[in-house]
């Protein structure tokens, strides 16, 4: 719907001891019910003594006018938060990977909603928004996602005409600290191999070895080892007992597999047991394994019993690059193995080949990895005479 008329609005001080300019004017909007009506509007322009005339204020209104006096102006649809939410959650979200449509709608119904629901969309401004990640209670990191998601429904609603201006601006979100990054030692790494059963030593043993996530680890099928060319291919990853997509587009990689690892995983597909999606470690319902349920069950008692402080699965990945650091793996190396963002064009190219420098890295991982398994009694100078260093810096 086109303007009806030119507008030239109202301009009027407002207050006794601060006093205001403040501009009124009609604007179109659609009703959710699609009937449009004209409302007002008002929006204070500036302090007196930012405009001590009212020409300087007039030319204040006359430049917010500018956009309902333009030729092209249409109507445009009016919500409340709470009532865009569910539209933009129906409409974009669901399309979204199941882990961050969890995340989002956990965002939505206990912050956002709460918070803003009453507000119309076109009064969220940027002073309201800082408002916001003041009084969240949430770490600064949490604060930071809650504005990730307020942001992705800003990009929505301003693509679907519920609004035009930026309610980001100027926003100052707080600093997140580096949290503390854990890995193991290679003496900690080999008892726990040494000392976790199957099927869980497989795994363990793929995680330090490959780097690889622990949703790529429990998405990981047998369709996905070639163990005539020794590669192991990403392709998908699992949450929460659920497969999705893998975390991003580099995370879709293939990278080489140690003789040792590759000898050890021929012997536990002898024992493997066959599920309808054929993935490496299932439950017995033919479930993915969920990670969090394997780490509190299995790997912090095994912890525990070692003597080595609890962590995360997330640790085998850390001590995967301090790995490759110590035995010299080229810098793209590492980032191809663990699926970094920095470009991969040999994998992506050549994706049934792995390069000489990928080979010799899995065959000095496979070795360090495996020298307490395949040699319990050996005295630590034969196992590769390999020292690893904690470092406070690593490759996330």
């Known amino acids: 719907m086109a303007r009806r008329r030119y507008q030239k609005g109202q301009l009027f001080l407002r207050g006794k001891r601060n006093r205001v300019w403040v501009g009124r004017w009609r604007e179109d909007e659609i009703l959710p019910d699609g009937r ?168 363990y043993w793929l995680a330090a070895e490959t780097g690889m996530r622990a949703g790529e680890l429990c998405g990981s099928t047998v369709d996905d080892l070639d163990l005539e060319r020794r590669l192991l291919y990403v392709r998908q990853s699992s949450w929460r007992g659920k ?19 590759l000898e050890h995983l021929k012997g536990y597909l002898l024992h493997w047991r066959p599920n309808a999606a054929r993935l490496l470690f299932a439950t017995r319902n033919g479930t993915p394994w969920d990670a969090n349920i394997l780490v509190k069950r299995k790997l912090r008692p095994l912890l525990v019993g070692l003597g080595i402080e609890r962590c995360g699965l997330h640790a085998f990945r850390h001590t995967n690059e301090t790995l490759m650091d110590r035995i010299g793996a080229p810098l793209k190396v590492r980032q191809e193995r663990l699926g970094h963002s920095d470009p991969r064009l040999t994998l992506e190219v050549y994706t049934h080949v792995a390069s000489e420098d990928d080979s010799r890295v899995a065959s000095e991982l496979g070795k360090v990895l495996s020298a307490r398994i395949l040699h319990p009694l050996a005295p630590k100078s034969e196992m590769g005479g390999l020292v690893v260093m904690r470092q406070p810096e690593l490759i996330q």
């Open 36 to 203: 449009i009506r004209r409302p007002f509007r008002s929006e204070v322009m500036g302090t007196l003594a930012d405009y001590p005339t009212r020409r300087l204020a007039r030319r204040a209104l006359d430049e917010r006018l500018s956009l309902v006096n333009d030729p092209r102006y249409r109507a445009r649809p009016t919500a409340t938060f709470a009532e865009f939410a569910p539209r933009w959650e129906s409409n974009l979200v669901t399309q979204l990977k199941p882990s961050t449509q969890a995340a989002i709608r956990s965002h939505l119904r206990l912050h956002l909603v709460p918070y803003f629901g009453h507000c119309s969309m076109k009064d969220i401004q940027p002073e309201l928004v800082q408002e916001f990640v003041s009084r969240s209670k949430g770490s600064p990191k949490t604060r930071r996602n809650l504005v990730m998601t307020l942001r992705m429904m800003w990009k929505s609603a301003r693509a679907w005409g519920y609004v035009l201006h930026d309610a980001f601006e100027g926003l100052r979100l707080p600093k997140v600290q580096r949290p503390r990054r854990m890995f193991f030692t290679l003496d900690e790494v080999q008892r726990i191999l040494a000392q976790a059963e199957e099927p869980y030593r497989t795994f």
């Open 243 to 261: 497969l999705q997509s893998p975390k991003t587009e580099n995370s879709i990689r293939v990278f080489a597999l140690s003789a040792e690892l």
